[in-house]
C-alpha cells in the first residue's frame, strides 16, 4: 500500500476530509475542557490570593508573583521549603533509579545473551514485573504494616537473632527513605527492563556477531555495541522515569501517613502541592507550585536529553573505534 | 582443549551466578505479597505472637470481618472503583482508537499539526494541572460525582498513540475504500469494521486502563470525600490513618488483598499479553 496507493488515497480523501475532523472531535473537545482550562486555571490562580481560613475565603486577590516570592522565602528556621522538598524528591528517585536502571539493564543483556540461554525467561518476566500493575497506596500501606514495631519483619529479625530489639523503621530518615526507594524499584525495574529488552532485540543481531568474531569480549561488546545503539530508549526510559519521579506521591504518602516524617525528609514536591490544595483549598500557593513543576519537568526532561544523546552520538558517529579495539 | 574447557566452566559459572540474582530478585518481588497473603489467613492474637512462613485458619473470619466492616466499606469501594474503571477503559480505547482512525485514514488540514501536538502533550504531567481541575470541579459542584474521573479519559495520548501505531502495522486502506463501495457510512465501517480488527490493540489498552484507572488515588482523593462515593485507594490511605493501635490486624491484611486482588487476577490469566502491549506501544522501533 506504499507508493501506487498513495496518490489514489489522497484523492479520494478529500471529499471525506470532515470526518477526519469529525472522529478527533470528542479527544479534542475533552483535551480542551478537562486538561487545557485546567492547566491555564492553575497558572492564572499562582498570581492570585485564594484560600480558605476555617469556614472564611480569602480572596481571589491579584497579587502578582506574590506567592512564588512566598515559596522561595526562607522559614524561622531558615529553611526554603520547596527547595528542601525538591531535594527529598530528587533523593528518593535516585535512591531507586540507580538500582532500576542498573540491575533492568543487567537483566536486558542476560535475557537477550544466546550464549548464556537464559530458561525460564516467561516466569522471571511475569514475575518482575507485577509490582509495575499493583495499587501504589496499597503496596504502600502493605510495606507499613510488613514493617511496623510489631510486622513480620521485627518479628523475623528478633526471632532469627539478627535483631536484639524492634527496630523502629519509621523514625530515620535512612529507612524511611531506603523504603520508599525500595519500593519505587520494585514497581519499576521490570517495567524498564522489559523496555529495554524489546530494545537490545531491535538491535541488528549481525553487529554482535560481527564483533564476535573479531574477538570482542562480552564486556566490550557491551560498551561498544550494545550501549551506543541502546542509547536512544535508553534515553527515553530515563526521562520517562525522571518525570515519573517528578511526580513521586502515592508511596511517600500513604507510607508515612502524609507527614513525610522523620521531620518532612521524605516530603514530595507533590506532597507539598497536595497539602495546600486538599488542606486549605489554597489555590494561589497549590498553583505556584504546580507552575514549578512543570518547569522543572520541562527542564530537567531537556537537560537529560541533551546530554545522552550528545553522548552516544560520538561512538555511532565513529564507527571505526569499535573495529580498532576489536582487532587487537 | 584447555581454552575451551576454562571458558565452559567460566560460562557455568556465569549462568549459575545469573540464576542466583534472578531468584533473589524473584523472592524480593514475591515476598511482601507472600506476607500478604500469608497474613490475611492469621487472627490478630496469631499475627502478634510471631513470624510464621505458612497459612493459619481464619481467612474466612477475617474475610467476613473485612467485608462487613462499618467504617470502612470495602465491597462499596470495590463497586464504585470497578465502575469507574471500566467505563474508563471503555471510554479510552473507543475514543483513541477512534481519533487515531480520524488521523490515520482522513487527509485534512492541520493533520500533522494535530499528531505533533497530540505528541507533545503525551509528556505533560497529570499533576500540573490537578490545581485548575479541583477548582473547576468545585465550582461546577461535580465534586462526589465520577464525571470528572471518566470522562476525560477519552483523551488518552498514550492510547492514542498506541493505536495509531497499531493502524500503521494492520490496517490497509483499502478496506475502508471496499467498504465504501459497498455503501457503508464512514461511523458504520469504523464500528463494525475496523473496531473488531483493532481487537488485540483494544484489548491491551483496555487493560493498562482498567489498571490505572483502579488504581488511581491522587485526584479522587480530591475530589470524593462522601463515604459511598470513596473507591478503594482512597479508603486504603485511609486505613493507613486510623488509629492504627485498635485495629485488628488480620482484617488490614484482608484490606490489602482485596484491593490487590482484581488486578492480580486479571495479570495472572493476561500476563502474556500484558507484558507484550508493554514495549509494544511504548518504544518505536
Known amino acids: 500500500m506504499s507508493l501506487d496507493n498513495r496518490p489514489s488515497g489522497r484523492r479520494k480523501s478529500v471529499s471525506y476530509a470532515k470526518w477526519g475532523y469529525i472522529f478527533i472531535l470528542p479527544f479534542f473537545l475533552v483535551y480542551f475542557i478537562f486538561t487545557l482550562i485546567p492547566q491555564v486555571l492553575t497558572v492564572y490562580n499562582s498570581f492570585f490570593t485564594n484560600y480558605m481560613d476555617g469556614l472564611t475565603h480569602i480572596g481571589p486577590d491579584f497579587v502578582g508573583l506574590k506567592n512564588y516570592v512566598e515559596l522561595f522565602t526562607p522559614n524561622k528556621q531558615g529553611v526554603i521549603l520547596i527547595l528542601k522538598y525538591a531535594g527529598n524528591t530528587m533523593i528518593l528517585w535516585f535512591l531507586g533509579a540507580i538500582p532500576q536502571f542498573a540491575i533492568a539493564l543487567l537483566l536486558a543483556v542476560f535475557f537477550t545473551s544466546y550464549r548464556l540461554n537464559i530458561k525460564g525467561q516467561g516466569f522471571f518476566k511475569t514475575v518482575i514485573y507485577m509490582p509495575n500493575l499493583i495499587m501504589a497506596s496499597a503496596f504502600s500501606m502493605l510495606f507499613f504494616t510488613l514493617f511496623s514495631k510489631v510486622g513480620p519483619v521485627n518479628q523475623l529479625l528478633q526471632q532469627t537473632g539478627l535483631a536484639d530489639k524492634t527496630i523502629d523503621f519509621f523514625v530515620s530518615k535512612v529507612t524511611v527513605r531506603g523504603l520508599i526507594a525500595l519500593m519505587n524499584f520494585l514497581m519499576w525495574f521490570g517495567n524498564t527492563t522489559i523496555v529495554l529488552m524489546a530494545g537490545i532485540m531491535g538491535i541488528d543481531q549481525t553487529l554482535f556477531e560481527a564483533a564476535t568474531i573479531d574477538g570482542a569480549n562480552a564486556v566490550k561488546v557491551f560498551f561498544r555495541v550494545t550501549m551506543p545503539l541502546l542509547m536512544p530508549i535508553f534515553v527515553y526510559c530515563l526521562i520517562t522515569a525522571l518525570i515519573g519521579g517528578i511526580q513521586m506521591f502515592d508511596v511517600p504518602q500513604v507510607l508515612t501517613n502524609r507527614l513525610g516524617m522523620p521531620n518532612r525528609t521524605s516530603f514530595t514536591l507533590v506532597m507539598y502541592l497536595n497539602n495546600y490544595l486538599s488542606t486549605s483549598k489554597n489555590y494561589g500557593m497549590s498553583g505556584a507550585i504546580s507552575v514549578i513543576i512543570f518547569l522543572i519537568t520541562g527542564v530537567l526532561g531537556g537537560i537529560v536529553y541533551k546530554f545522552l544523546s550528545a553522548q552516544y552520538k560520538e561512538p555511532v558517529e565513529q564507527p571505526r573505534r569499535v573495529r580498532k579495539g576489536a582487532r587487537k | ?285
Not at chain 2, 165 to 185: F, K
Not at chain 2, 232 to 239: D, F, G, K, R
Request: glycine fraction near 4%.
Open chain 2, 1 to 285: 582443549m584447555n581454552e575451551n574447557t576454562k571458558s565452559r566452566l567460566m560460562m557455568i559459572l556465569l549462568r549459575v551466578v545469573v540464576y542466583a540474582i534472578l531468584i533473589f530478585l524473584t523472592v524480593l518481588c514475591l515476598f511482601s505479597f507472600y506476607m500478604m497473603i500469608i497474613n490475611a489467613t492469621r487472627s490478630n492474637a496469631q499475627l502478634q505472637a510471631g513470624f510464621r512462613l505458612l497459612p493459619q485458619e481464619h481467612f474466612w473470619d477475617n474475610l467476613k470481618n473485612a467485608w462487613t466492616d462499618a467504617s470502612i466499606n470495602i465491597p462499596r469501594g470495590m463497586l464504585n472503583s470497578l465502575f469507574i474503571a471500566l467505563t474508563s477503559a471503555a471510554l479510552t480505547t473507543y475514543f483513541s482508537a477512534l481519533t487515531a482512525y480520524g488521523v490515520h485514514v482522513y487527509s485534512f488540514r492541520g493533520k500533522n499539526l494535530v499528531f505533533t501536538f497530540i505528541m507533545a502533550i503525551m509528556m505533560i504531567p497529570a499533576q500540573v494541572s490537578a490545581v485548575g481541575f479541583v477548582q473547576m470541579m468545585n465550582k461546577l459542584h461535580m465534586t462526589n460525582n465520577y464525571i470528572p474521573l471518566i470522562v476525560p479519559s477519552i483523551a488518552a495520548p498514550v492510547v492514542f498513540f498506541y493505536m495509531k501505531q497499531y493502524m500503521e502495522s494492520v490496517l490497509p486502506l483499502e478496506i475502508v475504500e471496499a467498504a465504501r463501495c459497498d455503501g457503508s457510512s464512514e461511523f458504520r465501517t469504523f464500528n463494525t469494521i475496523i473496531l473488531p480488527i483493532m481487537k488485540p490493540a483494544i484489548a491491551v489498552q483496555a487493560i493498562f486502563s482498567f489498571v490505572s484507572s483502579w488504581n488511581n488515588y491522587f485526584i479522587p482523593a480530591l475530589l470524593l470525600d462522601k463515604a459511598e462515593m470513596k473507591t478503594v485507594p482512597i479508603m486504603i490511605a485511609q486505613l493507613r490513618s486510623a488509629d492504627y493501635s485498635k485495629f485488628d490486624m488480620g482484617k488490614v491484611y484482608m484490606f490489602i488483598l482485596l484491593a490487590i486482588l482484581p488486578v492480580m487476577l486479571v495479570y495472572i490469566i493476561l500476563s502474556k499479553s500484558i507484558i507484550k502491549g508493554v514495549t509494544s506501544g511504548s518504544v518505536k522501533g
